[in-house]
């Protein structure tokens, strides 16, 4: 069975949210944790892309970095697949930290998909397009994505082009996660409180109710 490395971004400046997004707090957990327990389940390895330098040393993850400085994405992905390569991993799944509504059986669909298919990668499509960072690509994607970057190229699918690709869209989804709107991005503070309010509004619809209790019988009505 060929084996899985997931990857998790976290490498970028959070500019917009003037504070380290991938440690903000969504209902009691990190935005980097809940992006780490979304890849979890079908990775036999997990590593952080941090960009330029190494980060979050307490989470004890091996951290990837770009080869090429100010490349954006594509150079985070470039690293993760050389570390695929270099390890003896078929697939990568690359996940941003700062999209919590994401979910693991979304990337169980990519992979089936792209095994099913035989493609070099599968992404979801979205309402608002293709996501490259909702996705799972083969090491056979690497050459392809060095040749991007060698020419100057900075987009996330500027290698498309040249290799196999499939795509998942919502229809193919388990249907708790349609129209969950699942490449929503946190990166400014008010982001963050439209996602707060949506957990919150969540969890309290999934407490159990409690059971009323029944009405003491009235002394007239024993009588």
């Known amino acids: ?3 899985v490395l997931g990857l998790v971004l976290c490498g970028g400046e959070s500019r917009r949210m003037g504070r380290d997004k991938a440690q903000l707090d969504l209902a009691g957990t990190s935005m980097i944790r809940r992006a780490l327990d979304v890849i979890e389940p079908l990775a036999d390895e997990l590593v952080l892309g941090t960009g330029s330098a190494a980060r979050y040393k307490e989470l004890g993850l091996h951290c990837v970095l770009d080869s090429i400085e100010d490349a954006g994405p594509l150079a985070g992905l470039c690293a993760g697949l050389e570390l695929a390569e270099q390890r003896g991993h078929e697939w990568l799944t690359i996940v941003a930290c700062d999209t919590p ?8 669909v990519l992979l089936e998909t792209a095994r099913k298919k035989s493609a070099d990668a ?3 499509r979205g309402a608002s397009g293709v996501e490259p960072l909702c996705a799972v690509y083969r090491v056979t994607c690497l050459a392809s994505v060095r040749d991007s970057l060698a020419s100057g190229q900075r987009k996330l699918i500027a ?3 040249a ?3 499939a795509f998942v869209t919502e229809a193919d989804l388990p249907e708790r996660l349609q129209g969950a709107d699942l490449s929503f991005n946190v990166n400014t503070p008010q982001e963050l409180d439209t996602e707060r309010k949506r957990l919150a509004s969540q969890n309290s619809t999934n407490l159990p109710r409690q059971k009323k209790r029944p009405t003491p019988a009235s002394a007239e009505s024993i009588a």
């Not at 509504?101 to 169980?108: F, I, K, P, V």
């Open 1 to 3: 069975m060929s084996t």
């Open 163 to 165: 290799v196999d690709i």
């Open 159 to 161: 290698f498309h082009g």
């Open 101 to 108: 509504r994401l979910d693991a059986s979304l990337y169980r």
């Open 122 to 124: 599968c992404l979801l």
